[in-house]
């Protein structure tokens, strides 16, 4: 099915693979940074929280959760730093000198470098939301029903959902990222 739409779509030209190039980094580096920056505040919100001592220490689950997180949004800012690269790489595409142009395995090298640290952090954000949606699984099972009981420990607090609310953020960000780099890698290895 795949050499049916090779048919009728043709090969990009250095032309259209460089306006689509761009448009596509644009809304790919805005997307991540935005996410990112979500994930990043909704962590920070949650590490540097008033209890956080008391929960880290009963709650070495949530605290993991939050490592993995924090790792995940390293990643994230390692593949934003691909974006610039990738900014370099469209304006040598642009340039009225042909001499300047990369080569074609130049591009999918770095597209695939994108991927991979992708697809990376992709994993760490998805073992960071089961880790945490987990812990909070767990809090929720823990509490009696219909029993006015309060203990801190195993209570859900709003900090806990900020842990989830960042790592599925990061999910989204890095398939994003993900998505973009495999789209224009395909594109561009017909």
């Known amino acids: 099915m795949s050499n049916n739409l090779n048919l009728y779509l043709p090969a990009p030209t250095k032309q259209r693979f460089a306006a689509t190039f761009r448009v596509v980094r ?4 805005w997307v991540q940074l935005g996410l990112g920056t979500v994930s990043s505040l ?10 956080t001592t008391v929960q880290a220490t009963t709650n ?3 605290a993991f959760g939050v490592f993995l997180g924090i790792t ?8 934003l ?5 990738y900014r370099r790489l469209d304006r040598t595409l642009q340039s009225p000198n042909r001499d300047l142009h990369p080569k074609k395995e130049e591009v999918l090298q770095l597209l695939n470098t994108g991927l991979i640290v992708s697809l990376i952090g992709l994993l760490l ?3 960071a939301s089961e880790v945490t949606i987990t812990a909070v699984a767990a809090k929720a099972l823990a509490l009696p029903q219909g029993v006015a009981a309060y203990t801190s420990t195993n209570s859900i607090r709003p900090l806990d959902i900020f842990v989830v609310l960042a790592n599925v953020n990061l999910i989204g960000a890095h398939f994003v990222g993900s998505a973009i780099a495999l789209g224009l ?3 561009l290895d017909d």
């Not at 909704?42 to 209890?51: G, P, T």
């Not at 730093?81 to 690269?85: A, D, H, K, N």
């Open 42 to 51: 909704a962590l920070l919100l949650a590490i540097f929280s008033r209890n």
């Open 26 to 29: 644009r809304v790919s580096f």
């Open 81 to 85: 730093y691909l974006s610039f690269r």
């Open 60 to 62: 070495p689950v949530m």
């Open 72 to 79: 995940g949004i390293l990643v994230l800012c390692f593949r």
């Open 185 to 187: 890698f395909s594109w």
């Open 125 to 127: 954000a998805f073992l």
